[in-house]
């Protein structure tokens, strides 16, 4: 077990930084690398996808409160989205970590690495709303936040990808839509985690570390190396554009998704 502390103390680095800087929730990379790992780890391979998101939920439970606060600081945040988000986007979170412990290995897999493909796609283009549309419809916002939280609960993302976007649409600034996905991203992490612990096959019980869909190790290291991290990658992101840094970012996504089609079928 101690061969993969570095690593994983790497990832929660590598992943904080991503969460504070693109308000993304960093399950982008965490799947990925989590995916890797248990493989590493010789785990039954029917379960390394649900273990993989579950434990990307519980790292960013611990990783994005930072850069959210940090967000809240720099007043870029609406909490009045938030507040018409919030109920719905709980409910949708635990309800869609129960319906993926009914999905088989193989389409859990191939829905992660499609998702991956269009997350890299959307950060190096940056595909955005032509018509911008303010007005805020609470319904509208409750229907919204449940979708995207039923979608993030199957990948174990934090939903910023589709967040994001949506909140430009609605007229935010740049800033505030990373803002405000990155505390909605919170409320998903800590609701998806809530449905790992709950919603599990019985067999994962006989896997040592492992509570719920959860592998707690992975949580706890990547997790509290990732909270200092999280906290710069806001600020940084307060200050600087990082389009280079997202096109960089996107063709490692894309490398990453296909390598797990790449194990998926091969």
Known sequence: MIEIFIPL????????????????GSGIILV????????????????IPLLATGS????????????????????NINLKIVKYMFSAAVISTIFGR?????????SLQIIIAVSMLLAAIQLAFNFSPKNINNALNKYELFFVGGLIALITSFVGIGGGILMVPYFLFRGLKMHEAIGTSSLMGFFFAVSGLIGAFLFAPEKLKQIDYVYGSVFVPAILIAGISSIYFARLGAKISNKIEGNSLKIAFSCLVILVALRIIYITFL
């Open 9 to 24: 103390m790497l990832l929660g680095i590598f992943a904080g930084l991503l969460s504070g800087f693109f308000g993304i």
């Open 32 to 47: 990925p690398a989590y995916i890797f790992l248990f493989n590493y780890l010789n785990f039954p391979p029917e379960f």
């Open 56 to 75: 990307s939920m519980g790292t960013m439970a611990i990783t994005i409160p930072m850069a959210a606060y940090t967000h809240y600081q720099n007043k």
């Open 98 to 106: 129960f319906i993926a412990t009914q999905i088989d290995s193989t």
